[in-house]
């Protein structure tokens, strides 16, 4: 979604812009724009559409020294891709940046006359000229006044002409982290753009204003009172947000996943068992439920699939999983016996935060499995399982499904030991298969071109099918978003038993299948589907197990997968089917890690 940097401060704002609006161009963006404010108070605005590198190449035009300024990517919600629509937007003595949707734009526009003024089809625009209405001389004010009208979600970052060199800002939901450090006052709507300058930041609290001078952010509640900011450190450097030899962040991340599966499994293994003590977890979230709703978007909604699959014949309790974006205007049946599981890479997914939200009012205690340090949902849930990925840059999520999935693991396995499901050396024998996944995944990473090798058969394709059945169709499920969104190849996952219910009408030899069969109990059953999409001309990309015994002629290609617990294939395959995407995504010389349409981060509806 939307990127926002702001800067002020001794340096030469356009070169900072510039730099962290390159560093946010991974969360998806179609064009970007900066406001940059002269040294004669004039603001010189510069909008381009496309690529942040075309924005760059008009800046460079500019010879004038600016030490204060607003960038911004936009992601279009309201209005087309267009240079009017791109931010900054300027009404009378105010440019501004926005992300979010502010809801009620079409009321304010008729409450403040505003449709002769406005440039530009834009709810943010909006914004602009009712704050510019409300503004005599005190921006603090102004902005309070603003909020109190504006109804959706935001993050503004504000210049006021009266106010050289200052810059204002406000969030509702949607993310702002800000930094003061000798080299000037940075804010942004994430903390990759704040890395190169500062390790120390804090996440602006929602409904609270910051006023960045150049030496200094104050921070401000809405009866305008400064508070104290909370400040925190960065847990990765900088050699992480970059691509460090390799030619996408896509295929960095995926070579990342055992080291990060480390990072979250280790430290939380205590005499080989899992243990949430220095998360403080307490086992009694997990002893006193009698149902788990695993509850996320995308991805993570496809974890959430893997782990139910494994947890609730563990457990022999419910375990549901929903679409965030469904679940959150459900009226679901959970309360207080109920463990809500929230899986979020960002932590700021709106549908997942407003899910989580709900969840807690009907009385849920919320667990939430979230990469990113001190975003919203690790702030709101009652207790955060933080994965140890690092950051991750590529649209496509990786290593952060893989994490997620072994966090999921271990809490399976927690809940099983408390209650009672499983004994200490039971418990002691699933996290050794857990840790053994990690080198399965390491010998499937190095053959990555015998992977790159087998996707000549897909990329001239239009449509694929992923089937397996029990835990391999949930696995086939990320398998499928992950060449739709990065090689635009219309994917779909099936049960492979349902295939025969309908389905089987659209496979013919132009369609090939990706079929997985690793779970013992229903390997000679998917066999059989296997054979049945054969049987109408499929080519059968089948991935099993290094030792199942094969009839010949049921796969066109086989990928062997190492010999692990049938619960932990997962890892492995989650490999295989990443590098098949990844490769179809660079085998058609498509744009890896900013796929179209698509962000990294999803702040709005
Ligand atoms: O940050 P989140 O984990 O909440 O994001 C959820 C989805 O938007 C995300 O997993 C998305 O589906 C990925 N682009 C898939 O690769």
Redesign the pocket.
Known sequence: MCGIIGYTGPLDSKKILLNGLTQLEYRGYDSAGAALCMENSHICLVRRTGKVANLKETMERITDVSHCGLGHTRWATHGGVTTQNTHPHQAGKVTLVHNGIIENYHQLTEQFHLEAKLHSETDSEVAAWVLDSLYQGDPLEAITRLVALIKGSYSFCIMFEDYPGEIYAIRNVSPLVAAYTRSGSFVASDLTALIPYTRQYFVVPEDHIVRLTSYKVHLYNLQRHEEMPELMEVNWNMDAAMKNGFPHFMLKEIHEQPEALRNTILPRLSKGLPDFTDDQIPDDIFTSCSQIHIV??????HAGMAARSMMEPLLRIPVTVSVASEFRYEEPLIGEDTLVII???????ID?LAAMRLAKNYGAAALSVV?VKGSTIARESDYTLYTHAGPEIA????K??SVQLAALYMIGCRMALVRGKYSVPQATEFMKKLLNAIPAMESMIAQKDSIKALVTHLINKSDAFFIGRGLDYAFSLEGA??LK?ISYIHAEAYAAGELKHGTIALITEEVPVIAIATQEKVFAKTISNIREVKARGAFVILITREDAVLDGGVADIHIRIPKIGDRFTVFPIAVVLQLIAYYASTGKDLDVDQPRN?A???TVE
Request: aromatic fraction near 4%; include cysteine.
């Open positions: 996320a978007c995308g991805t993570a909604m899986i979020s890479q960002s932590g700021e997914t997942t990469n649209v496509a999520s990786t952060a499904y978003l992950k969104e698509l990294k981060s999803v």
